[in-house]
């Protein structure tokens, strides 16, 4: 994601802020659909769902707004980043050029038993998720994420010697997450996503770099092209959070 929590990026808890740990529940908040598009952000009432003072709220507010996922609307009120059409369709531009990139070094160098076997791992697990498991008692799809997480982690650890490609990357994870939960309830299509990871990971354990471009380039269109179908327009009633 582009903004990692204190947490991920290393921090120990001891050592996290109040502001830290209010700027990890707001952006997760945000980036799973709590938040939703337009709902407005105000200090006293995060402070009291967090159990935090205005102090740490107000700074994590400030990053919510350098990380994209905030916009202020006026002197006093901020509310949470709308995503539109336009914006998506930029997001995947970039995407699809980084992520075939990525995909290629992947493949070039998976030529260790440990890192291929670790990309096959991760197709075999991506080839077992069908609808009827992601609808088994996880309505939030976090088993199914978590495993998109670690093939995420496979693919940074990959990027090693190219560290300006995984920043790149990660400088528009947070926003890919966000989007991509639109399609959280549709099954069908999370299980056809689970198959094209599957692919992608099986063609980078094989060493085929511009097989593994190709796969994520078909996967990056068919979830541009669902996360199109799914995204609320402009006027459509997003100022409420989820209960």
């Known amino acids: 994601m582009a903004i990692e929590s204190a947490a991920r990026a290393g921090v120990p808890a001891g050592l996290r802020t109040a502001a830290d740990r209010a700027f990890d529940a707001l952006r ?3 980036v799973e659909g709590e938040l939703t598009p337009g709902a407005p952000l105000t200090e006293v009432e995060q402070a009291t769902r967090l159990g935090v003072s205005r102090t740490p709220v107000r700074e994590a507010f400030a990053r919510l707004i350098a990380a994209g996922l905030a ?12 995503i539109e059409p336009d914006d998506v369709t930029a997001l995947f531009e970039l995407r699809t050029a980084l992520d075939e990139q990525a995909a290629r070094l992947a493949a070039r160098r998976a030529s260790t038993d440990e ?14 998720v069908d609808a009827a498991s992601l609808s088994a008692d996880d309505p939030q799809r976090h088993d199914y994420y978590a495993l998109v997480a ?24 947070v926003h890919l997450a966000r989007v991509r939960r639109l399609a959280r309830d549709d099954d069908d299509r999370l299980a056809c996503s689970a198959a094209e990871h599957a692919a992608i990971a099986r063609a980078i354990a094989d060493g085929d770099p511009e097989r593994a471009a190709a796969a994520t380039r078909l ?15 402009s006027g459509d009633d997003q100022t409420k959070e989820r209960p």
């Open 71 to 82: 916009t202020e609307r006026g002197p006093r009120t901020l509310v949470v980043s709308e």
């Open 219 to 233: 996967h990056l269109h068919e979830a541009l092209t669902s996360i199109h179908a799914h995204l609320p327009r």
């Open 28 to 30: 997760v908040a945000i």
């Open 150 to 173: 670690e093939f995420d982690a496979a693919l940074d650890d990959s990027l090693s010697d190219s560290p300006y490609l995984a920043s790149a990357i990660a400088s528009t994870r």
């Open 115 to 128: 890192s291929s076997a670790r990309f096959a791992e991760l197709a075999a697990r991506f080839a077992a």
